[in-house]
């Protein structure tokens, strides 16, 4: 069951260039969706979120955008840091009327090299 | 800034036995989770917890597991009986309520790597 997917399992890109994180869901009921980076024998630390009204959310070098039709969504990072390197995790919940669970995808290992 | 912690960071047991996940929210949260991780697979959603009560459980969170907010500031997660397959890192998350770009969100603790022997 596989209602959220991150389909690359990793990325390495360029210090100071953009780093781009795709995930798709399945699940129509969906209507908010976050990103959230974990590093090692950490927990997942919040990083950013849209609601399904909106199509894009900034915060300072994260950007997530939003296509409802593709039921697509994207990280970008811009300008990537080395110390951006961590594993990033889509996730989406139900907020109306649902418990606002998170259904997580598999993750996507980001690298970031000097 | 408020953090969730969680305890112990790593817990070991023999298959059969009982184990306790200790979590302490952020103290103005009012919805409280557990998630789970085993290696090399996703998130997976366990329990949600409101007003005292479950709110909703998934389909791994069967007899064998319960959880308690037993001091207003604790919140744990019991495993009755462990299998092998409970081996797992279990993370608890919490969650404010009202308006702001955060508050809303669920911020995890660190995890509790849980090891049936």
């Known amino acids: 069951d596989q209602q959220v997917k991150q389909n690359s399992p990793s990325l390495s890109v360029q210090e100071g260039r953009i780093s781009i994180l795709n995930c798709d869901y399945t699940?129509?009921?969906?209507?908010?969706f976050l990103w959230y980076k974990k590093y090692p024998a950490e927990g997942p630390t919040f990083l950013i979120s849209i609601s399904s009204i909106k199509d894009k959310n900034e915060d300072g070098r994260f950007t997530v955008f939003l296509n409802k039709s593709a039921k697509h969504l994207s990280l970008h990072i811009v300008p990537s840091q080395p110390g951006d390197s961590a594993v990033y995790f889509c996730a989406a919940s139900v907020r109306q009327g649902g418990s606002e669970k998170l259904v997580f995808g598999k993750g996507t290992k980001l690298t970031v090299n000097p | 800034e408020p953090e969730v912690t969680q305890t112990p960071s790593h817990q070991v047991t023999q298959m059969g036995q009982e184990v306790i996940l200790r979590c302490v929210p952020i103290s103005n949260h009012l919805y409280f989770y557990w998630y789970r991780q085993i290696l090399g697979q996703k998130v997976e959603f366990l329990v949600s917890?409101?007003?005292?009560?479950?709110?909703?459980k998934s389909e791994i969170f069967d007899d064998q597991f319960s959880v308690e907010r037993p001091d207003g500031s604790n919140f744990t997660l019991k495993i009755r009986s462990t299998k092998l397959e409970d081996s797992a890192m279990y993370f608890c998350?919490?969650?404010?309520?009202?308006?702001?770009?955060?508050?809303?969100?669920?911020?995890f603790g660190p995890g509790t790597r849980l090891t049936v022997l």
């Open positions: 917890f409101y007003n005292n009560e479950i709110s909703e």
């Open positions: 998350a919490s969650r404010g309520r009202g308006s702001g770009s955060r508050i809303n969100e669920q911020f």
């Open positions: 699940n129509s009921m969906f209507d908010y």
